[in-house]
């Protein structure tokens, strides 16, 4: 797990929009087509959704403290989405008091280890691992014009892999993984049994158009392993993509710091 730093979102608002067409030329829709696709939400619900619902943004202080921009970006994404929101002027708990004196449907809150989005109606708790997961197996099914019965790498049986491999299995993938932790690729397949357990990543690689890398490890896809079909969505933070290749490579690698994850866990939390 990657704890963000100032130097990774400071530029994530400017780039908003570029990101949206950037998203549009890859996957055929935007960030909101995305997190709609993942979550399986109607579009005549979501333009009701984004004139009702409130969303906060609570600023949390412990561990490492506050990372400055984090909550600002958060809400800059929520709002591109169409949706109103706003960074509690207190934090902590008395941002969460403040939160729902506002009368906020959705409270957006993260410390070192979790992000969460919290319906304050219907109780739900959505994990911005899963969601991150979900998110861009979705854009994955959307690049492939679906996804069903595809081959699928999928690199990380962590929070975010776990998300993935359950969007994609829902839409009918052939989902092989491989985590340098074996015990978590067998963890994952008591949940999906269809899943291929990969031991040696390099060999593989070149065989699959389709990767997901769901882990934090830089440079785990090395270029001598791609092949000129390859898809990668890669949610990772920093990209796992050897940086000789990540420019050749980039109109077929869709990353991003925050975008999909947060809009996938609104929509998920509506
Ligand atoms: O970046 C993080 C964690 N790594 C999230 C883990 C998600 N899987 N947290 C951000 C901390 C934000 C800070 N507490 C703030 O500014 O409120």
Not at 171 to 181: E, H, L, Q, R, T
Request: charged fraction near 25%; include cysteine; hydrophobic fraction near 45%.
């Amino acid at each position: 797990m990657t704890l963000l730093k100032e130097k990774d979102i400071c530029e994530v608002s400017k780039n908003l929009m570029s990101y949206n067409k950037e998203l549009i030329t890859k996957t055929g829709t935007d960030l909101a087509g995305i997190a709609l696709h993942a979550t399986g939400i109607y579009e005549k619900y979501y333009n009701s959704y984004k004139v009702n619902s409130h969303i906060a943004v609570v600023p949390v202080s412990c561990g490492d403290g506050v990372i400055n921009g984090f909550c600002e970006t958060i809400k800059d994404i929520i709002n591109i989405l169409g949706f109103s929101s706003y960074v509690t002027s207190e934090k902590d708990i008395s941002g969460i008091e403040e939160a729902y004196q506002r009368m906020a449907d959705v409270i957006f809150i993260a410390d070192d280890e979790k992000f969460i989005a919290l319906n304050t109606l219907s109780r739900k708790v959505v994990d911005n691992g899963d969601a991150t997961g979900r998110g861009y197996a979705a854009a994955l099914d959307l690049v492939a014009g679906g996804i069903r019965d595809k081959e699928v790498l999928l690199i990380g049986a962590g929070p975010v892999g776990i998300g993935a491999a359950a969007f994609l299995d829902m839409k009918g993938a052939k989902i092989s993984v491989y985590d340098i932790d074996k015990e978590k690729a067998k963890s994952l397949k008591k949940h999906i049994e269809n899943i291929k357990i990969v031991k040696e990543l390099d060999k593989v690689l070149p065989n699959f158009d389709f990767v997901l890398d769901a882990t934090p490890a830089a440079g785990i896809i090395k270029e001598t392993a791609v092949n000129e079909r390859m898809i990668i969505a890669a949610p990772g933070i920093p990209l796992g993509i050897e940086s000789t290749c990540v420019e050749s490579l980039s109109h077929r690698i869709i990353h991003d710091v925050l975008e999909i994850g947060v809009a996938t866990m609104l929509f998920h939390a509506l």
